[in-house]
């Protein structure tokens, strides 16, 4: 059974930061790109970030140069180090598993709240 959990979610004020996780089972890690996601309240779910089993990252305009996707293939997870946190930033975020070679093999997990508010 493919599960992805995260972790890391909460409250956290506008500049501050947070580190969310994803933990991987059920899957073979390397044969996946891994990606963060995110929904707002009223909006569609957005990509924010992807990170390939060799390392290569993609980066929504919006969050470059203050978010940070990695992977440790090692323990089937995932990261995303967020600095420099706006409101706008509000939102669920997903994590997201897709197949290097049938995309259309593609698991989520149940998503984790952040929350940027002074």
């Known amino acids: 059974q493919v599960q992805l959990v995260e972790s890391g979610g909460g409250l956290v004020q506008p500049g501050g930061s947070l580190r969310l996780s994803c933990a991987a089972s059920?899957?073979?890690?390397?044969?996946?790109?891994m990606g963060w996601y995110r929904q707002a309240p009223g909006k569609e779910r957005e990509l924010v970030a992807t990170?390939?089993?060799?390392?290569?990252?993609n980066y929504a305009d919006s969050v470059k140069g203050r978010f940070t996707i990695s992977r440790d293939n090692a323990k089937n997870t995932i990261y995303l180090q967020m600095n420099s946190l706006k409101s706008e930033d509000t939102a669920v975020y997903y994590c997201n598993a897709k197949h290097i070679v049938s995309s259309d093999i593609n698991y989520w997990g149940k998503g984790t709240l952040v929350t940027v508010s002074s």
């Open positions: 059920g899957i073979f890690f390397n044969l996946y790109t």
């Open positions: 990170v390939t089993s060799g390392g290569r990252t």
